[in-house]
């Protein structure tokens, strides 16, 4: 079992890719701390995974609502209370938010998105950290998506949250660099869940025609992509991926069944990072004068 005696939180758990995330890790014998909105989902998970683990895992679910202001603390809280220490934190949760253009978007929307795919995210991780810092390892993945690499027009506080994220996953790799904490992000890919069905309800005037189109051709054919996205968070949570940090990885496109062998290249480069595109990196040969 790959991550056997290995303890994780996984927030979004109750549907999606993390409830996929959640039995692949229960299958490789770690202990869950599951965090969801949806109390019934959360439970029914519980009472398919209890039962078919190994005798020393351990399985908690607790019910937040993370746009919620506290809900970081409460939830660590009770990690904390049930739990001597936490191996992993895999920030899964996240909502679309509102589609079209910002200036006909509800602000408060656009707020409460920012709050759950960026400043929960980065609450967790203040809290996790020290606990990780003192047992002297741990292993941070935040699901980044679409938005965080280039322009996604008519997703502003999605894009902007998950652009976000990938930098402050950059800088926690920086100052966590001396703890043993790796702290990497994943861009999943699109794959067929409840945001593809949103945008798809948005439709093409709102979401813009380029974005409904993927929508169509990925709705209904998710698996492959799950699947990969399911295999790349096992990796960086376990012990293969040891020394990797502060990377931006896609689980659809990029080659990470081969990172352990490259360790020290990554750590020399900026390979799958957000860097800015100057004159010089295009070939051109601009001066100031």
Not at 226 to 237: D, I, P, Q, S, W
Not at 243 to 254: K, T, V, Y
């Amino acid at each position: 079992m790959r991550l056997r005696d290995r303890v994780c939180i996984v927030t979004g758990a109750s549907r999606g890719l993390g409830k996929q995330i959640a039995d692949r890790f229960w299958r490789e014998g770690a202990s869950l701390f599951l965090v969801g909105r949806d109390a019934t989902a959360l439970n029914s998970l519980a009472e398919s995974l209890r039962g078919t683990g190994h005798s020393l895992q351990r399985l908690v679910v607790f019910t937040s609502d993370l746009s919620v202001l506290g809900a970081a603390p409460e939830l660590m809280s009770r990690v904390a209370a049930e739990f001597d220490g936490v191996t992993a934190l895999v920030n899964n949760a996240a909502i679309v938010g509102p589609i079209g253009p910002i200036w006909e978007n509800n602000f408060a929307f656009w707020e409460e998105t920012i709050r759950v795919n960026l400043l929960a995210p980065a609450a967790l991780c203040a809290l996790v950290i020290p606990m990780m810092q003192k047992q002297g390892y741990g292993k941070i993945v935040n699901l980044s998506g679409g938005g965080a690499t280039g322009p996604r027009p008519y997703f502003s506080a999605y894009a902007t949250a998950k652009v976000g994220l990938v930098r402050l996953t950059e800088v926690l790799a920086h100052e966590t660099r001396s703890m043993h904490i790796d702290v990497n992000c994943i861009a999943p890919g699109v794959m067929a869940t409840g945001m593809l069905e949103q945008i798809k309800a948005a439709g093409p005037d709102r979401a813009g025609t380029n974005e409904f189109a993927q929508v169509q051709q990925h709705s209904g054919d998710s698996t492959e992509g799950m699947e990969r996205a399911v295999k790349l968070t096992e990796f960086l949570v376990s012990e293969d991926s040891d020394g990797i940090s502060g990377r931006l990885i896609s689980a659809i496109w990029d080659p990470w069944e081969g990172l352990s062998s490259r360790r020290e290249l990554l750590d020399a480069t900026d390979i799958f990072t957000l860097r800015r595109i100057v004159p010089k990196d295009r070939g051109l040969d601009w001066g100031l004068d």
